[in-house]
């Protein structure tokens, strides 16, 4: 049984390297990416599972995984559902997880370009998640929904986890469709072969334990897009709701 495994890696907050104060506000924030990371990566799963069903393979379907109740996949990915993001977060401030979803190798033999839509419905959902997540930041800030709370003068909680559900989501589309092993861009490429082509690529990303490299290179693609998020960040908060930049991320 082979998997499709997602890994998500964001910066959470602008906390220091050291061991944080554990303060409420850095549990709040923590509990809003948290509940960020958890449903993303439901639906990811949820979305390779049920493209797969549709494509006749019904090995994730049957555990349970065309759902978007978190249980069938936390209790797949125990560790990278739950254990290692919350560790991630109280050590680093960051929040790292993965997960997966099973499919029958031998389907994936039989239908190359059907696995290849599998692969790429994961990134599909996060991406649909994210302009879901811009849409109602702009229709917030347009109508006066999402103004600064009156009491802290920061801007206020339905903004915040619209952004975080913007740019978590942003960032597990854009590092799973890299097309490195094992990462759902490696697979999704098939869908613009031929049969034969396919056939003889799956021999070579089958039969060769690349998966670590993937990995490596895909994690500093990662951490290099998280820099550049921090800058453009503050223009895309401005883009959004056409006020000054100021107003919104001070």
């Known amino acids: 049984m082979e998997v499709t495994p997602p890994?998500?890696?964001?910066?959470?907050?602008?906390?220091?390297s050291a061991m944080?104060?554990?303060?409420?506000?850095?549990?709040?924030?923590?509990?809003?990416?948290?509940?960020?990371f958890l449903f993303s990566t439901t639906c990811h799963e949820a979305a390779h599972a049920f493209v797969a069903k549709r494509g006749g393979d019904e090995t994730?379907?049957?555990?349970?995984?065309?759902?978007?109740?978190?249980i069938p996949h936390i209790r797949r990915e125990p560790f990278g559902m739950v254990l290692i993001p919350l560790l991630s977060y109280f050590i680093n401030q960051s929040m790292i997880g993965w997960a997966?979803?099973?499919?029958?190798?031998?389907?994936?033999?039989?239908?190359?370009?059907?696995?290849?839509?599998?692969a790429l419905?994961?990134?599909?959902?996060n991406f649909t998640l994210m302009i879901l997540a811009v849409i109602g930041l702009r229709v917030g800030m347009s109508t006066g929904l999402l103004g600064r709370d009156p009491a802290t003068?920061?801007?206020?909680?339905?903004?915040?986890?619209?952004?975080?559900?913007?740019?978590?989501?942003?960032?597990?589309?854009t590092f799973n469709l890299l097309p490195v092993p094992p990462l759902d861009g490696s697979t999704g490429i098939m869908i613009f072969m031929s049969e034969s082509t396919a056939q003889r690529y799956l021999n070579w990303l089958r039969g060769n334990s690349y998966a670590?490299?993937?990995?490596?290179?895909?994690?500093?693609?990662?951490?290099?897009?998280?820099?550049?998020?921090?800058?453009?960040?503050?223009?895309?908060?401005?883009?959004v709701t056409s006020k000054s930049i100021s107003t919104i991320s001070s």
Request: proline share 8%; with cysteine; net charge positive.
């Open 7 to 16: 890994l998500a890696i964001a910066r959470v907050s602008n906390y220091s």
């Open 20 to 36: 944080p104060d554990i303060t409420p506000e850095f549990l709040l924030y923590g509990f809003i990416w948290y509940v960020a």
């Open 60 to 70: 994730a379907f049957k555990g349970g995984q065309v759902s978007l109740n978190p």
């Open 100 to 118: 997966s979803a099973p499919f029958d190798p031998a389907w994936e033999r039989r239908y190359p370009r059907r696995a290849g839509w599998m």
């Open 121 to 125: 419905a994961g990134p599909a959902a």
């Open 153 to 173: 003068g920061r801007p206020g909680i339905t903004f915040v986890v619209l952004l975080v559900f913007f740019s978590l989501n942003l960032l597990l589309g």
């Open 212 to 239: 670590m490299l993937g990995l490596l290179v895909g994690l500093l693609f990662l951490t290099r897009c998280i820099d550049i998020s921090r800058h453009l960040l503050p223009t895309f908060c401005f883009v």
